[in-house]
């Protein structure tokens, strides 16, 4: 488990400084702008599921 969580928080932490970078870039680089906003969000979204996925396996598991 500590290691899908490590996942999850390196997933996001990168999600995060993709779409910080875009924002910084602003419009001097139109495509990169877009491709580091569509990988932030693609990895915030992959970490929100993996994290959804986790505690709901851990709702489900007996004693839990």
């Avoid at 990168?14 to 419009?27: K, N, T």
């Amino acid at each position: 488990m500590r290691h899908v969580s490590r996942v999850g928080w390196t997933l996001t932490a990168l999600g995060v400084i993709g779409i910080v970078g875009a924002l910084v870039a602003g419009a001097d680089s139109t495509a990169r702008s877009i491709a580091a906003l569509a990988f932030g969000l693609g990895a915030s979204i992959a970490a929100i599921a993996e994290a959804t996925i986790v505690l709901t396996k851990r709702k489900r598991a007996p004693g839990a």
